[in-house]
RNA sequence: GUGGGAUUAGCUCAGUUGGUUAGAGUGCCAGAUUGUGGCUCUGGAGGUCGUGGGUUCGAUUCCCAUAUCCCACCCCA
């Protein structure tokens, strides 16, 4: 028999660093209702089709990265690779576009990639997410940027930047693309493979490339911010001056071009650089073409993905401190099987008043109940015998400073609740 | 898909220039005049030395393959 180990990429959270995840997970959910933003959840797996039309199918996400498989029916599924194209595929299918606008939606999942391991990246991941459909404004970028600063503010995640930038519409894309080309082709033959097929497919994610030898070509390429259309310039200066507005900081930088396909106008991430290279904790953009694209009405959207896993890397390495998991506030130990059964009859008394309480499950020696209590760093511990259980009353040894008081056992739970 | 490093007890790691029963710390369980935790002492459980081949009288140690982990390229959260 083999030993069976985790697959691949993916990860046990385990109870030592829970409460740290539900602590992020309470605080995202919180921001997101202190905007108006409704949880929405979606299924792990859709259609293959989906991903392909909404992710778009030139990515290497799509291409080289999905869980695909056939269905027992026949159907080609995938494991979703993000959460947008879900949650896209959800408001067209439930008529969302009818809901008073905009549809202002979060989510907490689990996505799927099939990528070579490293720091910060896993086949299996978390990301928090935020999607708004049905405005078009830069008021609607800088609200949703703005939720995400006020959330890393509230975890306490300082050094942290935001960067933004402008990838134009398809407009002034194809204007642009013709410069860059121009730019690019009497150097293309010293490119690297990737950005050559790019050349024709794809030009603006040449700028992406990181290979060495393309860095002279890509650094001096003219930036598509500087060759916006009317629309999107006036788009892309609102968004800074409702971000002045607001009072949050950022920088421009022309080189972020987003990796998914369905990205328009305004894209921007939040950068720490203590995640090794996988530095980008957060990124998204605005996809008004994304809705058309996989057979809705013409309805523009933003939104962002954040890399949850990322997130608490870059909570630790700041120092940032976390939340603990709860620890008892009573153990009571049992001496003797009645004592022991009276001592688990309290104790679940005590748990139906909200209280925390524990008592021993493995028929141990008082000095092991009382080294457990110790453990499990109950402020409290009581020991039950027959003498406290003819008595009434029992002592309640306060665990920090040893110290003991005398309490009736009918009045416990009075005591430790108003305590 | 490509490259570098790693893999020995639950965890963190020693070690064997190839040789009988593989160690430490920590954690776990128990005990130190049977009714009180943390400190100390004693004892115990726990490893076919990642897996599969090869070389050898003999492999945890050398060689090959493979898996997984870490890091980087690429890509992205």
Redesign the pocket.
Known sequence: ???I???????DILPTEIAAWQQAERQFAAVCARYGYQEIRIPTFESTDLFQRGVGDT???VQ??MYTFLDKGGRSISLRP?GTAGVVRSYLENGMASWSSPVRLWYNIT?F?Y?????????E???FGCEVFGADGPVVDAELISLLALFFKEIGLGQTSLRINSIGCPVCRTAYNQLLKAHIQPHLADMCP?CNDRFEKNPL?II?????KCQPVTKTAPALLDHLCPDCQTHFDGLCTNLDELGIAYTVDRGI????DYYTRTVF??ISDHV?????????GRYDGLIESIDGPHTPGIG????????MMELNSQGVSVATLPVPLIYI?G?GAAAATKARQITFLLRQQGIYAETDL?N?????Q??????T??TY?L??????IANGE??L??????T?RVVRLDQLAAFLTAR
């Open positions: 028999m083999t030993k180990n985790a697959p691949k990429g993916t990860r990515t290497d996400v080289k990265e993000e996505a990639r990528e070579n391991v490293q720091k910060g990246r896993y086949r991941f978390h990301q990737t994610r992406d490339c990181k290979e060495h071009v987003r990796g998914l991430e939040f090794g290279t996988q530095g980008t904790i957060c990124g998204g962002f993905a954040l890399g949850v896993e990322r997130l130990a001496l493995m141990r020696s008082l000095k092991a009382m080294k457990f209590a110790g453990k760093g109950a511990t020991v039950l015998g027959d003498d406290e029992a002592k040894k306060h665990m920090a400073d040893s003991e």
